[in-house]
T-cell receptor, first 110, second 111 residues
């Protein structure tokens, strides 16, 4: 699959802080998806992005599809304890194969 | 809300045995997928299935693996002769076609 570089690898944040993570690739994607995975569970789709430059929100989550189509970022505003988990970016090409990043582990300090 | 379901949640098998992992995709979805995730690693694509045939497969998906949609609702992954390195979480996903929704996974342990 395609290589996606996701950063940071992990972060500790204070409750109420904003969180930012990003994903870059050497390949162009048609669609960017962001997932959250809790331990022992399947990835849950958070946000889908379809066009270069698109900025989309879902509650406290905001994500953008980079204009080069090779990157995307995810912001979480005013973090709460249930935001703990692993966040994955995933890029989709014409063949519908999802390529995943390595994940960002978010831990919230109460 | 419709969701992807998978059974069993945990499967323990001996090396060399055959296993079948089962999935019920979301009912109006047309594209089906299997992914796997080795403990602590990222999710990896195995195979996609559309219109009753494999559309894409990865290098991981060798001759030991097969997929089937035996009826209108189930989607299965068969591993013919399991190896220790097949131990992982296996996720089924479905889409129509872009937004892929994942099931809760089957944890396969090969001993």
């Amino acid at each position: 699959g395609q290589q996606l570089n996701q950063s940071p690898q992990s972060m500790f944040i204070q409750e109420g802080e904003d969180v930012s993570m990003n994903c870059t690739s050497s390949s162009i994607f048609n669609t960017w998806l962001w997932y959250k995975q809790d331990p022992g569970e399947g990835p849950v789709l958070l946000i889908a992005l379809y066009k270069a430059g698109e900025l989309t929100s879902n509650g406290r989550l905001t994500a953008q599809f980079g204009i080069t189509r090779k990157d995307s970022f995810l912001n979480i505003s005013a973090s709460i304890p249930s935001d703990v988990g692993i966040y994955f970016c995933a890029g989709l090409m014409w063949d519908y194969k999802l390529s995943f990043g390595a994940g960002t582990t978010v831990t919230v300090r109460a | 809300e419709p969701e992807v379901t998978q059974t069993p949640s945990h499967q323990v098998t001996q090396m060399g045995q055959e296993v079948i992992l089962r999935c019920v995709p979301i009912s109006n979805h047309l594209y089906f997928y299997w992914y796997r995730q080795i403990l602590g690693q990222k999710v990896e694509f195995l195979v996609s299935f559309y219109n009753n045939e494999i559309s894409e497969k990865s290098e991981i998906f060798d001759d030991q693996f097969s997929v089937e949609r035996p009826d209108g609702s189930n989607f299965t992954l068969k591993i013919r002769s399991t190896k220790l390195e097949d131990s992982a979480m296996y996720f089924c996903a479905s889409s129509e076609p872009l937004e892929q929704y994942f099931g809760p996974g089957t944890r396969l342990t090969v001993t």
